[in-house]
């Protein structure tokens, strides 16, 4: 017997009691909270034979980009196409196949006949558009959600979700007034929903409102939820204001009490960590034994290959530790992943491996090396994944390439490039000053 969930779609196997336990499920997978695999596991206990919560699971563990996660979803599949009736649901087991084995494209391709007919299926919406941001690509992100909006209204059960995720996109496009506008609209439905606040806060790093920045990711009661899966990252985006304003202590003050220690220690963590102290080392601060615990944590995964953004990250941390076996073993992996099949081998080859590569020359002091990888990779960095914010990484490391490399003409460029897009730092000025032969100070 088919029951509806509380969208109106139809869902097979599944008792009351089930579909009640897949609806908190969901509604933590969406608000970033809790664990959703909690409620799931008491929904397929209940109704083992409940497809969309087979389903449910599988994208839970896709979403840490963790190539043994991928590996346990894909182990699902057989059991959801068994259990899949209706085609929407054959459609979700088709494209956790794909994503599972990689083609993220492709995953991406069977959410949206999902959504084709089914624009209420928030749970097709959540992971198109995750997948849509680990491949760095903008413009789904904002008008993948657009398409579909159409039949939604207030009242439906994850409305406030699709607002958030509405807002995140138009953010990245650069629509930042109205992306500000839906985050709020969002978290006045549902205060706890992590990717509202998250979005606000992307807005205000990029509208350069620092100070109001730092306020909103330690205030916000969003920000507030310790169960949240974007606590770490809210936090990276609090240090990063900081950064802006110079407040240079503050930022490694939050690394040490917020993001070293806390999280679920999962890949997304893992790469907010590197990001930060990458960012800290380019302005020269010493980060004595952080960088060696990082690059341990790194470690387990650096034979894996599963996604290029989170690989240039953990060459971040084998490079700052000084790790050159664990730096060298992941550009043997990348290199590697350049020949097999899926979505990461472009993403690998054009911008991942480039930047690795880069990330290596500047540690080993090759700064003409590390300049030449990162102007050839720059165009096509959106293929990296990720948001312009954590891909500004590459722009920064270029700066300071380019000084310690005393190419002062090509800083004068980029430090004026960089000045019109974020006027209100001091960091451009320092290179605009040090091109022309200042001391520098970071
Ligand atoms: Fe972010």
């Known amino acids: 017997m088919s029951r509806a969930d509380r969208r109106g779609m139809c869902v097979s196997g599944a008792s009351d009691k089930?579909?009640?336990?897949?609806?908190?499920?969901?509604?933590?997978?969406?608000r970033g909270t809790?664990?959703?695999?909690?409620g799931i596991a008491a929904a397929i206990a209940d109704s083992p034979a409940f497809a969309m919560a087979h389903a449910l699971e599988?994208?839970?563990?896709?979403s840490g980009l963790d190539a043994g996660d991928a590996g346990r979803a894909g182990e699902i599949v057989e059991t959801l196409r068994a259990a899949a009736c209706t085609d929407r649901e054959k459609l979700h087991a088709a494209a956790i196949a794909a994503y599972a084995a990689g083609d993220l494209d492709d995953a991406a391709e069977r959410l949206e006949d999902v959504l084709i007919e089914h624009p209420r299926d928030v749970l097709a919406l959540r992971q198109a558009h995750l997948l849509d941001l680990c491949r760095g690509d903008a413009r789904s992100l904002r008008d993948r959600v657009a398409r579909f909006r159409y039949a939604w209204a207030p009242g439906l059960a994850g409305y406030h979700a699709v607002l958030a995720m509405h807002a995140l996109g138009l953010e990245e496009c650069g629509d930042l007034a109205q992306a500000e506008d839906l985050g709020h609209e969002a978290l006045a439905l549902e205060p706890r929903d992590g990717w509202a606040h998250h979005a606000v806060a992307h807005v205000l790093e990029a509208a350069g409102r620092h100070e109001e920045g730092i306020a909103w990711t330690r205030d916000a009661e969003a920000a507030r939820a310790e169960d949240s899966v974007l606590a770490v990252h809210n936090w990276w985006h609090g240090a990063l204001h900081h950064l802006a304003l110079d407040q240079v202590s503050e930022a490694v003050a939050i690394f040490d009490e917020r993001i070293r220690t806390g999280g679920t220690g999962g890949r997304a963590d893992l790469v907010d960590a590197s990001a930060l102290l990458w960012r800290l080392a380019l302005r020269g601060v010493d980060l004595g034994q952080r960088w060696s615990a990082l690059a341990e944590a790194w470690a387990p995964s650096v034979c894996d290959g599963w996604y290029a953004h989170s690989d240039a990250h953990a060459m971040m941390a084998f490079v700052g530790a000084g790790r050159w076996d664990l730096a060298d073993q992941i550009l043997a992996t990348m290199r590697r992943r350049t020949e097999r099949g899926g979505s990461n081998r472009a993403m690998t080859r054009d911008v991942g491996l480039p930047l690795a590569r880069a990330l290596y020359a500047f540690g080993r002091r090759d700064h003409t090396a590390a300049v030449a990888l990162l102007r050839t990779l720059r165009p096509l960095a959106p293929r990296l994944g990720g948001s312009h914010v954590q891909r500004d990484v590459i722009d920064l490391t270029l700066l300071e390439a380019a000084r310690r490399d005393g190419q002062m003409g090509l800083l004068r460029a980029l430090a004026h490039e960089r000045l019109a897009a974020k006027p209100e730092t001091a960091l451009a000025r320092r290179y605009l000053d040090a091109a022309a032969g200042a001391r520098y100070a970071a």
Request: glycine share 4%.
């Open 18 to 30: 089930a579909v009640d336990r897949f609806e908190e499920a969901l509604a933590d997978l969406l």
């Open 34 to 38: 809790g664990d959703p695999l909690a």
């Open 58 to 62: 599988a994208y839970v563990l896709l």
